[in-house]
C-alpha cells in the first residue's frame, strides 16, 4: 500500500468520543488498525445508553491514508449535527459537494475497507483509491424514509496528498453515510409523522383520519426539530399519493429556528414562516393536530401543541382532547371487545380484560350459519362472516332484530382453503375480502360492507393472496402472499379513483414488512404503523414479533413466546392485550408484562374490531 502504510505502528486511528450527561469523557469501542494487510474491518459501535452522546475526533497530523479512511468512516457514526468533523477527512472542494443527509446505506457490518485490486487505480504515492465493501441491510433516503436491501455494496473512496501540507484527504466519495446496523440503531430513531387519508373519513363522525408515516431520525442530533422538519416538508414518495397535509405549500420553520423543546407546562411552541401566515382556524387546528399526533409519537410528555406566525402572533393550539376531536387516529379508539368463534362456531364476545364471554346479539349470535372466520366493523355495530365452508361471506348487525339476508359475496373455489379469505373492515366502513380460487383469485372491497363487490386491481401482485388486513386509515392494506411455497408479508398503497361514474381501487407499489421470512402464518395491525406477524424464517421455529410497515423492526422486546399459534389478534390500541388462537391451548391472551394466560380452550379466529 506504499504511503499509506509510513507511520501506521506509530499512529493510532481516530476514535470517535462519547460525552456522558455528567460530563465525563469516556473512548467509544472502535476497531483498532491493523499495521500489515490490505483489508480494514470499521467494527460497528456497540449501543450506547441512551444519555450518551458520541463525537468524533478530527484527523491528526500526518495520518496515513487508511486512517485517513477510517477516521471519516467513525466520524460518520458520531452525533456531530452537521458532520462538521467527518468534512474535515475531505478535501475542501469534496466538502462542498458531499450530502450526508442525502442517503444511509445501514450495512450488515460496518464497511471493510481495501485498496482497489485494479492496477489502474494504484496511483503512485499522492493518490489512492480504496474500496468499502459490505452487505446491505437497509437505505434511508432523502425523506428519511426506510426501505429494506440486500446484496453487496461497493463503493470507491479516492484519497490525495495536498503537494503543500503533505496531508492525505478524501476528494472522491458516495454521497450519503454508511455504517453498520448497531450503529445505525444507535444513531436513528424510528417515529411516525401523521397526516390525513386524502379521500376518506371515519365513518360517521366524518372526521379526517390521521395516518402514521414512518421515518428515520438521529435520535441525539436535535430530534424534535428534525421532525417537526420532517412533517414540514411533507409525506414520503411511497405515502404521498394518498395522504394530504393541511400546511400550506411551502410552511416551514421560522429562519433559524432550532432546538425545539417543551416549556414547563409541556407544551411546544413551533414558529413557522410567512407561508402559513393566512389560514383559518379549522386548518390551523389540522395543523396542530398533526404536530401534536407526531410529536407525542416522539415525546409522550408533550400536551399540547402552540403555532406561532412569522412575527410572533399566536396563531392556534392543540391539546390531546382537541387533537383528538379533530381528527380520528386508530391507536386512540380503544376497542369495547375482543370477539371469536366457540366450539358451535357461533360469534361471542368478551370485554378486553374480561374473562368469560357471551354470545353478541343478532344472527351470527344464534349461530344461524357456522362461521369461520369474522370481522367487526370499528365502530362494532356490524360484522362480516365467512361461512364454516368457506364459501360464503354474509355482513348483518350485531344487534338482537339483525337479519342475515343473502351472501354478499360466493366463492366457487373446490376446497375451504380455495376459497375466501377472513374479511377485514377499515375506519372509513368498507370491508375487503379475497377469493383464494385458483381460478379466479381476487380481492374485493365492498363499499360500506354492502352492494356489488369491486374487483380490486394489483398490478404488481406476483402469488395467491392468503390472508387479508386493512389498515383503518383505508390507505394501506397487509397481505399474506403464497409463491413457490413461500408466505411473505406485504404492505400496499390503496388508490382510489373515479371514471364514468364508477370507482376504481388499486393496491400500488407491494413492499415487503418482513424481509428474510419464508413462512408469515398469521398476522394484525398492531398500531399505527406497526403489525404484529406469526411467521419463521428458512430453517427456523415459528416465532411472534413485531414489525413496522417499512421493513424496520420496532425498538422493544418481542412477544412472549408461544408454540402453534394459528392466528392472531392486535389493537392498534397497544393498551390492549394480544390475544392468539393456540392449538394446543385455544384462546390466550397476553397482558402487559406478563405470561400468555388461558381465557378459553375451545374457541378459535379472535379478532378485534377491523
Request: proline letters at 6%; a neutral charge.
Amino acid at each position: 500500500m506504499g504511503a499509506d502504510r509510513e507511520g501506521s505502528a506509530r499512529r493510532r486511528p481516530a476514535r470517535a468520543v462519547a460525552y456522558a450527561a455528567c460530563g465525563a469523557v469516556v473512548l467509544a469501542g472502535c476497531a483498532s488498525m491493523p499495521d500489515s494487510g490490505d483489508l480494514r474491518d470499521v467494527e460497528s459501535t456497540p449501543r450506547q445508553d441512551t444519555q450518551v452522546r458520541v463525537f468524533a475526533m478530527p484527523p491528526q497530523q500526518d495520518a496515513s491514508s487508511t486512517e485517513i479512511v477510517q477516521g471519516f468512516l467513525e466520524a460518520l457514526t458520531s452525533d456531530d449535527p452537521d458532520y462538521d468533523t467527518a468534512r474535515k477527512y475531505l478535501t475542501k472542494a469534496a466538502a462542498k459537494t458531499w450530502e450526508p443527509e442525502s442517503q444511509a446505506m445501514v450495512l450488515a457490518n460496518g464497511p471493510s475497507i481495501q485498496t482497489d485490486p485494479r492496477p489502474a487505480n494504484r496511483e503512485g504515492t499522492n493518490s489512492i483509491t480504496y474500496m468499502l465493501q459490505g452487505s446491505r441491510v437497509a437505505t434511508v433516503d432523502a425523506q428519511q424514509a426506510y426501505a429494506p436491501a440486500d446484496g453487496a455494496y461497493r463503493r470507491t473512496v479516492h484519497l490525495t496528498r495536498d503537494a503543500k501540507s503533505g496531508q492525505w484527504r478524501i476528494d472522491s466519495l458516495p454521497q450519503g453515510v454508511v455504517m453498520g446496523k448497531s450503529d445505525f440503531q444507535r444513531n436513528y430513531t424510528s417515529v411516525d409523522k401523521y397526516y390525513f387519508a386524502s379521500d376518506t373519513s371515519a365513518g360517521e363522525t366524518g372526521q379526517p383520519v390521521a395516518v402514521a408515516d414512518p421515518v428515520f431520525v438521529r435520535s441525539r442530533v436535535d430530534p424534535t426539530t428534525q421532525l417537526v422538519r420532517s412533517l414540514l416538508s411533507g409525506p414520503t414518495a411511497w405515502l404521498g399519493p394518498v395522504v394530504r397535509s393541511s400546511f400550506p405549500t411551502g410552511t416551514a420553520l421560522k429562519k433559524g429556528v432550532s432546538g425545539l423543546t417543551p416549556d414547563d407546562q409541556n407544551q411546544l411552541t413551533v414558529p413557522l414562516n410567512v407561508k402559513a401566515s393566512r389560514i383559518g382556524s379549522a386548518k390551523c387546528g389540522e395543523m396542530a393536530t398533526q404536530l401534536l399526533f407526531t410529536l407525542r409519537n416522539l415525546t409522550p410528555t408533550v400536551d399540547s401543541v402552540a403555532l406561532r406566525s412569522v412575527n410572533g402572533a399566536h396563531m392556534c393550539e392543540a391539546t390531546e382532547e382537541q387533537a383528538e376531536a379533530t381528527a380520528w387516529r386508530a391507536s386512540t379508539k380503544r376497542p369495547d371487545y375482543l370477539y371469536f368463534l366457540d366450539a358451535k362456531r357461533r360469534l361471542v364476545r368478551m370485554t378486553t380484560s374480561g374473562t368469560s364471554a357471551v354470545a353478541v346479539p343478532g344472527p351470527f349470535g344464534a349461530g344461524t350459519k357456522p362461521l369461520r372466520s369474522v370481522a367487526v366493523a370499528r365502530d362494532e355495530r356490524t360484522a362480516a362472516g365467512v361461512t364454516s365452508d368457506a364459501r360464503a361471506l354474509y355482513v348483518t348487525s350485531l344487534a338482537s332484530d339483525g337479519s342475515l339476508g343473502d351472501a354478499v359475496l360466493t366463492s366457487h373455489g373446490a376446497t375451504a382453503d380455495d376459497r375466501l379469505t377472513a374479511p377485514s373492515w377499515d375506519a372509513r366502513g368498507d370491508l375487503w375480502v379475497a377469493d383464494r380460487d385458483p381460478a379466479k383469485p381476487q380481492l374485493y372491497m365492498l363499499a360500506q360492507g354492502v352492494g356489488q363487490p369491486l374487483a380490486v386491481q394489483i398490478p404488481e401482485l406476483n402469488g395467491r393472496i392468503k390472508s387479508v388486513r386493512v389498515a383503518a386509515d383505508g390507505v394501506r392494506i397487509a397481505l399474506v402472499v403464497e409463491k413457490d411455497g413461500k408466505q411473505s408479508l406485504l404492505v400496499g398503497r390503496i388508490e382510489r379513483t373515479k371514471s364514468d361514474d364508477q370507482q376504481e381501487v388499486s393496491v400500488l407499489e407491494l413492499r415487503s414488512a418482513t424481509p428474510g421470512s419464508e413462512e408469515v402464518t398469521a398476522m394484525s395491525w398492531a398500531g399505527d404503523s406497526r403489525l404484529v406477524v406469526v411467521g419463521r424464517e428458512q430453517g427456523g421455529v415459528q416465532q411472534t414479533r413485531y414489525v413496522q410497515v417499512d421493513g424496520s423492526t420496532p425498538d422493544g422486546p418481542a412477544p412472549a413466546a408461544l408454540t402453534g399459534v394459528l392466528a392472531i389478534a392486535a389493537s392498534e390500541d397497544d393498551r390492549v392485550p394480544l390475544v392468539a388462537d393456540s392449538q394446543d391451548d385455544g384462546i390466550v391472551r397476553l397482558p402487559t408484562g406478563a405470561q400468555w394466560q388461558k381465557l378459553v380452550k375451545d374457541g378459535e379466529a379472535p379478532v378485534y374490531p377491523g
